[in-house]
Structure formats: structure tokens, C-alpha cells
T-cell receptor, first 113, second 116 residues
Framework: KAGVTQTPRYLIKTRGQQVTLSCSPI?????VSWYQQTPGQGLQFLFE???????NKGNFPGRFSGRQFSNSRSEMNVSTLELGDSALYLC????????????FGPGTRLTVT | AQTVTQSQPEMSVQEAETVTLSCTYD???????LFWYKQPPSRQMILVIR??????QNATENRFSVNFQKAAKSFSLKISDSQLGDAAMYFC?????????????FGKGTKLTVNP
């Protein structure tokens, strides 16, 4: 089985722009979670989707949004980018609710200049 | 809210020796899951080992084992016979079983260096 894939892998944007990141979970997995990883704050939970429904949301401003499609692929969007949004954005998928293991993708490295 | 603390930002170990990474957590829940994840440089994060809080027996996975002390809210990872490939960032993580959420609360990580 192919692993979790994230596109693009690297992205450079300017302050004020918006960006969309994509995550394709492992085939058959229905749950997708997003995390932001920065040197200062570490790994922080953004949101979680299951069967196209957002189940949980982290403590991030409304500029951060996401969605999940019927094929379980997920996107996250960040509008009005700020320098502090520069980070590695990780996506993880699980087979079902209460599955033990989350499988992580390689991440998208976003740099905001 | 739950918190996870890893007090060792960096650790080093000689190849073939044993190293223990520390993790403490704070929660008011009685049932939960604890995990250790490994993130090699420029590579994907992978699960090393997990522990269910209701299980008293410490989890083991080959050279990796944990020392789970529920009353002390401590969850340390022991790596035996360390190998060069063990060099990575190690993250301790907590997950609440309530509501079926997959949300993980991570510690800040410990960077492990393995010296040949």
C-alpha cells in the first residue's frame, strides 16, 4: 500500500497570500489529522476529519481551515499568511476511529517571506 | 487540558549501549494512550511503541521498551543495543480515548545522537 502523500513538499509564499495543502491518506483510511510543526512550538494539532466531517479543531485562528472529500483526501487552507505560519505541516491518517496507529506523511514545508 | 513534557532536549549514546528518554504527562483522565514516535532527519514520523493506560504490563517492541508509571505520570523509553539508525527526534505523545478523537498531544521532543 502506498503511504500518506502530501503535496506540495515545499512551498514559498509571501505574507498576505493564501495557500492550500493537500493530503492523500493511505487507501482505505477514513480519518485524517493535521499538525503544525515549528522549532518553537513543536507539534501542534490543527484539525481532524472523519468521513468528511471535522471532528476536532485545535487552537488556531480562523485563517486556518480544512476539509475532507468523499475519497478521504483532505486539504488545509491558510489565508492571509503571516511570517509565523512558516512551518512543516504534517498530515496523518488512521484506518478508523480508535485505531491505535497514525501514519504520517512526509509533510509540506511552508516558508512565508 | 493534557500536557506532555520531555525534559531532555538532547541525548547521546554510544552505539550498542542503552539509553533512556524521559517523558512525563499531566492528565485528569484515568484511561488514555501513550506513544513514542520517531522522526529521523528529513524523513517521516513513525510509531515506535504504544502503551494503553489500563495495561499494567510495560510495552516492548524488539529493542524498544517503556517504563510506564501511571501514578507518577511517567512514560520513559528505553532503547537497548543502540544503532546508528536510531538517531532521530523522539516525541512522546498522549491521546485521550474520549469521543474517539485521534488528536495527539506531543512533547517538544528529544534529539537522540548515536555515536559510532
Amino acid at each position: 500500500k502506498a503511504g500518506v502523500t502530501q503535496t506540495p513538499r515545499y512551498l514559498i509564499k509571501t505574507r498576505g497570500q493564501q495557500v492550500t495543502l493537500s493530503c492523500s491518506p493511505i487507501s482505505g483510511h477514513r480519518s485524517v489529522s493535521w499538525y503544525q510543526q515549528t522549532p518553537g512550538q513543536g507539534l501542534q494539532f490543527l484539525f481532524e476529519y472523519f468521513s468528511e466531517t471535522q471532528r476536532n479543531k485545535g487552537n488556531f485562528p480562523g485563517r486556518f481551515s480544512g476539509r475532507q472529500f468523499s475519497n478521504s483526501r483532505s486539504e488545509m487552507n491558510v489565508s492571509t499568511l503571516e511570517l509565523g505560519d512558516s512551518a512543516l505541516y504534517l498530515c496523518a491518517s488512521t484506518a478508523d476511529l480508535n485505531a491505535y496507529e497514525q501514519y504520517f506523511g512526509p509533510g509540506t514545508r511552508l516558508t512565508v517571506t | 487540558a493534557q500536557t506532555v513534557t520531555q525534559s531532555q532536549p538532547e541525548m547521546s549514546v554510544q552505539e550498542a549501549e542503552t539509553v533512556t528518554l524521559s517523558c512525563t504527562y499531566d492528565t485528569s483522565e484515568s484511561d488514555y494512550y501513550l506513544f513514542w514516535y520517531k522522526q529521523p532527519p528529513s524523513r517521516q514520523m513513525i510509531l515506535v511503541i504504544r502503551q494503553e493506560a489500563y495495561k499494567q504490563q510495560n510495552a516492548t517492541e524488539n529493542r524498544f521498551s517503556v517504563n510506564f508509571q501511571k501514578a507518577a505520570k511517567s512514560f520513559s523509553l528505553k532503547i537497548s543495543d543502540s544503532q546508528l539508525g536510531d538517531a532521530a527526534m523522539y516525541f512522546c505523545a498522549y491521546r485521550s480515548p474520549q469521543g474517539g478523537s485521534e488528536k495527539l498531544v506531543f512533547g517538544k521532543g528529544t534529539k537522540l545522537t548515536v555515536n559510532p
